[in-house]
């Protein structure tokens, strides 16, 4: 299996694995949670995407992908991706290793591959675990991926998955779930800076929602 730092088109096989893979976790992930998504229709089908989320749980990444239509190639930590129990799974759905310090290099060749073969490649542009229920400002990598790959940002916004599993823990507890879903935001020329803020307020918006329908029992307005 090629290394997630240096992915190469992915044969039909792993494309098959990691879709039976999804399909067996997907059905009892969204059978407990029964979150409610607003603005799946949003989300493009086909082409280069970057989905950038709010983070506030440990099971994000999990709950996203359980509930979106396409494979996502995740961003990750290296201390998560090293995990010794996970780092195998890691490695098969394709997920790159970013370093905590300096420049990461190769996790940007590898996501702006992926991306140039159409694929959609997830972050948390935060850089980590919110545990104040705030989205805080985001490093500046989200925004150069996006202009370096020449692809749209799409703003999700998550709500109740930090109650499910609270930071810090691994006590599942039920709890409301709601997932929202804005316009993508399209890179216009702007610098790395500016382009951030506008996926960030983008984010926002999109948490707003999400804890509005929470608060609804998980209605849309």
């Known amino acids: 299996m090629p290394s997630p730092e240096r992915p190469s088109p992915e044969s039909w096989l792993l494309r098959a694995a990691r879709a039976v893979v999804l399909y067996t976790v997907r059905l009892p992930v969204r059978v407990a949670l029964r979150a409610r998504v607003l603005g799946e229709e949003r989300v493009p089908w086909s082409g280069g995407l970057i989905v950038a989320a709010n983070h506030s749980s440990f099971a994000d990444p999990v709950v996203l992908q359980s509930y979106f239509p396409r494979h996502l190639t995740y961003l990750m930590t290296a201390k998560y991706y090293g995990v010794t129990a996970l780092h195998w799974f890691f490695r098969f759905w394709g997920a790159l290793r970013v370093k905590e310090e300096g420049v990461n290099k190769a996790a940007l060749r590898g996501a702006t591959r992926v991306l140039e073969r159409g694929g959609a490649v997830a972050i948390f542009p935060e850089g980590g675990i919110s545990r104040d229920g705030a989205v805080h400002d985001p490093q500046l990598g989200v925004a150069l991926l996006a202009q370096r790959a020449g692809v749209p940002v799409?703003?999700?916004?998550?709500?109740?998955?930090?109650?499910?599993?609270?930071?810090?823990?691994?006590?599942?507890?039920?709890?409301?779930?709601?997932?929202?879903?804005?316009?993508?935001?399209?890179?216009?020329?702007?610098?790395?800076?500016?382009?951030?803020?506008?996926?960030?307020?983008?984010?926002?918006?999109?948490?707003?929602?999400?804890?509005?329908?929470?608060?609804?029992?998980?209605?849309?307005?």
């Open 154 to 221: 799409l703003p999700v916004g998550m709500s109740g998955v930090e109650r499910v599993l609270p930071p810090d823990t691994w006590r599942l507890h039920a709890a409301p779930v709601a997932i929202a879903i804005g316009e993508p935001v399209v890179p216009r020329g702007e610098s790395r800076a500016e382009l951030a803020a506008r996926v960030a307020d983008a984010i926002r918006t999109c948490v707003g929602l999400a804890r509005e329908c929470v608060g609804r029992g998980g209605e849309p307005a």
